[in-house]
């Protein structure tokens, strides 16, 4: 069912690589509540995903850039500004990478070359969105910024390694620009800390079926799907959340706020 929450909104949505993405189905869903908006991801993710798809059915265009390079994140904006009509309402970055974890590097003997791509793909990079959005005044009054992150940002995982780092660096920027940027124009800046999802990079991670179903039991709501957080998404980038800014918002079925369930006592016990 179509609310029409987002009619006559304009945005960026980063990171769509295939149907199991989480930035797939915000698109479809911001989509269905009448925004218009650019498609964006890297090159080489662009040439491994479906994005061009999700492009045609949506109506929109897709602009490739590297959400590390200024200059790509520039020439996306006012591109994205042009193709719209205007300035705009939403940005959505769903962005993470870690060559460490993609070729099972030990968190203790972690290569750091590889750590600092890291932190700028799945960390940094937000603030350089933002940054870029900022000087090009690419953001209208009351917009909404959002990044997907992680509880591991606060809480140890072992096999999420130095992605845990890149969340917290992201977290913590957020709050940071938020200020900012609701000082200037009443821009409001949140991160939203998903459930594990299956998502094609999700399930990257090892052990994560594990991970996975631990989560589901210690969440009294179930994981939040894919689907479930596009909904999520699509509120905070509404008119309806104008005054919330600044915040780590968590969307997981309550697994945050959970010490044990019945569900896992139930399974360690057996």
């Given amino acids: 069912m179509s609310y029409n929450l987002l009619k006559g909104k304009r945005g960026i949505i980063f990171g769509a690589l295939d ?3 989480i930035a797939w189905k915000v698109a479809e869903k911001a989509h269905d509540e009448g925004a218009t908006f650019t498609l964006t991801n890297a090159p080489i993710a662009m040439r491994m995903g479906k994005i061009n798809d999700l492009a045609a059915a949506c109506n929109a265009q897709v602009i490739p850039a590297d959400a590390t390079s200024m200059e790509d994140l520039e020439n996306l904006f006012t591109k994205s500004m042009e193709i719209l009509g205007g300035p705009l309402d939403f940005v959505l970055h769903s962005i993470g990478m870690s060559p460490n974890v993609r ?6 003997d972690l290569n750091y070359d590889w750590f600092q791509k890291t932190l700028d793909i799945s ?15 690419a953001m209208n009054q009351w917009g909404s910024i959002l990044a997907l992150t992680y509880i591991a940002a606060q809480r140890t995982f072992p096999d999420y390694s130095d992605m845990a780092q890149a969340k917290a660096l992201l977290e913590s920027i957020a709050r940071s620009y938020g200020y900012f940027f609701a000082k200037k ?15 094609t990079a999700g399930s990257g991670v090892g052990g994560f079926d594990v991970f996975f179903d631990y989560a589901e039991k210690m969440s009294p709501l179930g994981n939040a799907t894919a689907e479930d957080c596009a909904n ?13 800014t600044m915040q780590n918002l968590m969307h997981d079925g309550g697994f945050s706020s959970s010490g044990i369930t019945s569900e896992l006592i139930e399974n360690l016990t057996e």
């Fill in 232 to 244: 999520y998404v699509v509120m905070m980038f509404s008119d309806l959340t104008r005054k919330v």
């Fill in 103 to 108: 070729k099972s590097r030990p968190y203790g």
């Fill in 123 to 137: 960390g940094l990079s937000f603030h350089k969105v933002m940054q870029t959005a900022d000087k090009l005044d």
């Fill in 19 to 21: 149907e199991k993405s």
């Fill in 185 to 199: 124009n009443n821009v409001r800046v949140n991160t939203i800390s998903q459930s594990p999802t299956m998502t």
